[in-house]
């Protein structure tokens, strides 16, 4: 593990959208809460966020208004980057790295910005306004969790880049070895069409119709903003609709110890998008590792690749719901074992993924 830095002066982090205690954006805070030692944190989160961080060291400001963050972003970006102390953006995208050049009044320092891009969506007009901003702002630093995200920046001209893992939280680790009972299905984390709400309807259907009796918990909550996409809120109707009682729905937010309670003795349902996923990180990925809950998910997609690596899973080429049962018998055939993998493959990734990597290097 490495070593903490302590210096002197606050690091803002800023996270408009966390409005809630669930979801990759508390998780992604809290680990970097709990290795903050009594480095002052002073965290600028939604104006209705519904979050408590109990470190003395932290402080919550609740600043933002959804529909006009973007303009709050662009005043407060300008405010912090002329007083002392840091700025860290942890869930960063394009626009941020706009706003930020709006907002500076020329070439920003070393080490006073850095900007989190958990992925990047690109164009030929997003790497030519990069290629622009790093000859403008060479001294800002762009943190990843992967390759790809990070060597698109360093191709556009960013010296300051470099891959940092994504913290893992350590609240789904159990203490047990393995988890040997299987209690049920589970779908963890917010409804969403590219995270494969759709087809795990469908997957739900066709349990109900084969007279399956395996329990399903399921959480059915709105995205960060507590909406869902029409598509989505058409797919709840649905599923609220199928004669299955062995189904348990979650809409709303939970705590953190229920929603880590969610996981033991379960299979993980991951049927996410590989055209999103690629290369993306998935929270609820590493909560189920940690929680010692095998996975069963699409193929071509980061999730994958951790299921492949330590044989904690099963991958499915595609998502018809008789494939994606077929799996959940094989898993639920030797659960033990492939529980045993799920834990040991938290506990590696707990350490390749500690937030104290992230942690130094904002303090460095």
Known sequence: MPETIHIPGTINIIEPTLMSETGHCYSFLTSLCNVSKEMPLCLWVNRNADVAFTRRNVQ?????????????????YKKLLAAQGKLFISTAGITDLILLNWASRGKISRGKVYLYFHWLNTSDKKLAYLRKFALKQPNIMILGPTPSVVNTFQEAGFENARIVPYPISGQTQHNKVEHSDFTGLLYAGAARQDKGISEVVDLVEYMSKLGIQIPFRLQNSP????????????????????????LRLFPETLKPDKYANLFVGAICIQLYSAGVFSDRI???????????????????????????????????DSTEPEKTLSAIQEIIAEYPRYSKNAYTAGLILKQENSAEFLFNTLVE
Do not use: H
């Not at 919550?60 to 407060?76: M, T």
């Not at 903003?225 to 009682?245: M, N, S, V, W």
């Not at 929270?283 to 996975?295: K, N, Y």
């Open 60 to 76: 919550v400001k609740r600043y933002f208004y959804s529909k006009i963050r973007r303009f709050q972003c662009y005043g407060l």
């Open 282 to 316: 998935s929270g609820v990925t590493l909560d189920a590792l940690s929680a010692g809950s095998p996975i069963v998910t699409t193929a071509e997609t980061w999730i994958a690749r951790m299921v492949q690596r330590f044989n904690a899973g099963i991958i499915i």
């Open 223 to 246: 995205d960060y903003r507590g909406k869902y996409d029409a598509i989505t809120k058409a797919e709840i109707q649905r599923l609220e609709k199928i004669p299955y009682p062995y």
